[in-house]
Every structure is written in structure tokens, then in C-alpha cells.
């Protein structure tokens, strides 16, 4: 992947970075301003993709002869998306919903290379199975996670023994950046 143009990843998440570095070793970092969007008559994974893509081409105007890599996951149980929790009620009112539940953490990837005027927009599904989790649970797990920043409310990578039931897929995507999907688009690229 040596021949790729220098990559910018649009986001500051500590985790996509470091999951980033397991492909390429050399990228910079810059947050993307978009807003985020989830209108009702989108599919969880429309969302995830639709916001991927805005995050990466907000980035690639400012850096047209960049490849802009933008990611965004969503929780999805049925049709309710979970994005990130406001406070620290509603991080328990997702865990709650989630308890015992099969979801599907769905994360869009969006590669932009404005001067060429090419793109890649891709999704990547994992399903997740909760354990009944009683309300103490979920309190205690809320304590040893930074739940805020985080769809759904939860960190796949972080004290999973306490919420993971089963799981099915790419973990890499549950914890934000579905690797083995981006290595394929790359290489693609």
C-alpha cells in the first residue's frame, strides 16, 4: 500500500487511530465538522454511511490531494439507532434496551480523494448478542468504561466479560473501524 496518496483519517477517536495503525503507519489526523445526521426513513446502516461520507468530504475539501478516510458506526436493535449517549442516564437506558438483545453495530467507511474525484463508501455489519443485564450490571460496567463517547454506550474492547454474550462478525467494527473491510479497500484504491 505504499503507492496510496497521503491518508487523512477524519476523526480524533483514541480507537479508529489506533486501529488505523494496524494498516498504514503513516496518516494525520483531522476531526471532521459535520453534522451528523439520522432521519427516520434511513436504515441504520444508510445513517452510518451517509454520515461516514459527510465526515470524510468535509476533510477532502480542505485537503483535495489527500485520500480522506471518514467512519461513523451506529447500534441498531431492529430500527432504533443508538449513537452516543448524552449523559450517563441515557448510557443506562441503552444498556438496559440492549440487555439481553441481538443488535448490529454497523460502521460506514468512506475513502475521498477530492483532486481525482474518486470515492469508496462501505458498510460493515457485526451482530452482538447482551447478556440479561440486571440494573447493578449495568452501573458497575458504566463505571470502568468511558460510555459518552461511544455508540450505543458500551466498549466491546473494555470489560466485555461483564455485557458480551455472543458475537458474530468483525469485532475491530464494534470497536469503531471495521480493519479487515478497510484493508480491502485500500488495496482496491
Not at 5 to 33: G, M
Not at 65 to 74: K, P
Not at 140 to 157: C, E, H, M, S, V
Request: net charge positive.
Amino acid at each position: 500500500m505504499k503507492s496510496l496518496p497521503p491518508i487523512i483519517l477524519a476523526s480524533q477517536s483514541p480507537r479508529r487511530q489506533q486501529l488505523l495503525r494496524q494498516i498504514v503507519h503513516r496518516f494525520s489526523v483531522q476531526a471532521s465538522e459535520a453534522e451528523e445526521i439520522a432521519p427516520s426513513y434511513l436504515t441504520p446502516r444508510e445513517i452510518a454511511m451517509a454520515n461516514a461520507w459527510l465526515k470524510a468530504r468535509a476533510v477532502a475539501q480542505e485537503n483535495p490531494d489527500s485520500l480522506v478516510l471518514g467512519s461513523d458506526t451506529v447500534v441498531a436493535l431492529g430500527k432504533r439507532v443508538f449513537g452516543k449517549p448524552a449523559d450517563l442516564a441515557q448510557a443506562q437506558r441503552f444498556l438496559g434496551a440492549l440487555s439481553g438483545q441481538v443488535h448490529h453495530v454497523i460502521t460506514g467507511v468512506a475513502l475521498i480523494h477530492a483532486h481525482q474525484q474518486r470515492f469508496q463508501l462501505e458498510a460493515e455489519c457485526t451482530e452482538v448478542t447482551f447478556q440479561d443485564l440486571s440494573p447493578r450490571i449495568i452501573r458497575d460496567y458504566l463505571t470502568k468504561i468511558q460510555p459518552l463517547d461511544k455508540a450505543g454506550g458500551y466498549a466491546i474492547q473494555e470489560h466485555a466479560d461483564m455485557i458480551l454474550g455472543a458475537m458474530h462478525g468483525s469485532f475491530t467494527n464494534v470497536v469503531g473501524l471495521p480493519v479487515e473491510r478497510l484493508k480491502s479497500m485500500l488495496r482496491a484504491w
